[in-house]
């Protein structure tokens, strides 16, 4: 089991280091894009996450290309209003739209990659189709570069839209792995907008509804594709042991909490993990989930309605 950090900054890469992370398991290259006049080149680009692989000191490093839409807007792209950002024009959608700024970053990160362990993520990705493309870019430049392929060099998508979740097995053959944006999942999955305090209660990633995509993911994987969740539900203990339990194999979360994971990963029963996320899957919702880890950990809790829910 592998627990690896999130990093969105070069602070953030050297607390990653600090806190004994496996490897880092998002590195939300947004910060390198928002908040200027003009795009980075692929020099500053290159530069920056060097800069970051040397502080991970060889451990490695998954960049996910440049993740924005209408509600980040950045000034040097022509982006079109949009009535619902988080629906529109973003992620790999929005990379696909403008191919020079996905070209670029992928021409840096393979050059980083000649020299440390890196994979490539891309995020939002819903069809096969956007999956292609995007990898054809990626092989555009290899070619760009001349160096042959990066010998370490992995490549994924981010598991954020319910359908990809549910049709997995489509994008099986086209990467070495799954990273699980529970962040994203949870707001789709359930029609509830991330960050608003009104639909907070029900954006629960403990949803069993949620569970069935994940779990969808992790039977679709197989053997060869590694699942990772780097969403923020990975931090919490309860998800995370049902995450192990539904096969997930790294936990990615804020460097401050990767020792907490590591603690929880460390005690977690294999066996009882997957006895209990098979249940979490047919509950009723987030808080029967809840209930019933509550009475596993201490049975005095148990009532004759947890008997015959079990
Ligand atoms: C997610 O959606 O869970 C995720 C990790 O990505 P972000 O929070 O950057 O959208
Ligand atoms: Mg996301």
Do not use: Q
């Given at each position: 089991m592998l627990v690896g950090?999130?990093?969105?900054?070069?602070?953030d890469a050297t607390s990653a280091a600090a806190e004994g992370a496996d490897l880092v398991g998002l590195v939300r290259t947004e910060f390198l894009f928002l908040d200027r006049a003009a795009a980075p080149d692929v020099d500053e680009q290159e530069a920056a996450y060097r800069a970051l692989a040397i502080a991970l000191g060889g451990k490695r490093m998954t960049l996910r290309t440049i993740d924005v839409g209408g509600d980040k807007p950045l000034p040097y792209l022509p982006l079109p209003a949009e009535a619902n950002p988080f629906l529109g024009l973003r992620g790999i959608r929005l990379a696909a739209a403008f191919p020079e700024l996905l070209a670029d970053q992928?021409?840096?990160?393979v050059r980083v990659a000649h020299d440390a362990p890196i994979s490539v993520m891309f995020p939002m990705v819903t069809t096969l189709d956007e999956l292609v493309v995007a990898r054809r870019a990626l092989d555009a430049a290899i070619a760009r570069e001349g160096r042959?392929?990066?010998?370490?060099?992995?490549?994924?998508?981010?598991?954020?839209?319910?359908?990809?979740?549910?049709?997995?097995?489509?994008f099986v053959p086209h990467v070495d792995f799954f990273s699980i944006g529970t962040n994203d999942l949870t707001q789709y999955a359930l029609a509830a907008e991330r960050g608003n305090p009104a639909v907070a209660a029900v954006a629960?990633?403990?949803?069993?509804?949620?569970?069935?995509?994940?779990d969808s993911v992790c039977r679709a994987a197989g053997e060869r594709v590694l699942v990772a969740v780097c969403g923020e539900a990975a931090a919490d203990p309860l998800a995370a042991r049902l995450l192990v339990g539904l096969g997930v194999r790294e936990l990615s979360v804020a460097a401050p909490a990767v020792a907490g994971v590591k603690q929880v990963v460390r005690e977690v029963d294999a066996a009882q993990a997957a006895n209990q996320a098979a249940a979490a899957l047919t509950a009723t919702g987030p808080a029967e989930v809840r209930r019933a880890d509550a009475v596993q950990a201490r049975p005095e809790l148990r009532t004759p309605a947890d008997s015959s829910s079990s």
């Open positions: 950090a999130n990093v969105g900054s070069p602070a992928l021409l840096a990160a042959g392929t990066p010998p370490g060099l992995e490549v994924g998508i981010m598991v954020e839209v319910p359908a990809a979740a549910l049709k997995a097995a489509a629960d990633p403990l949803d069993p509804g949620v569970l069935r995509l994940v």
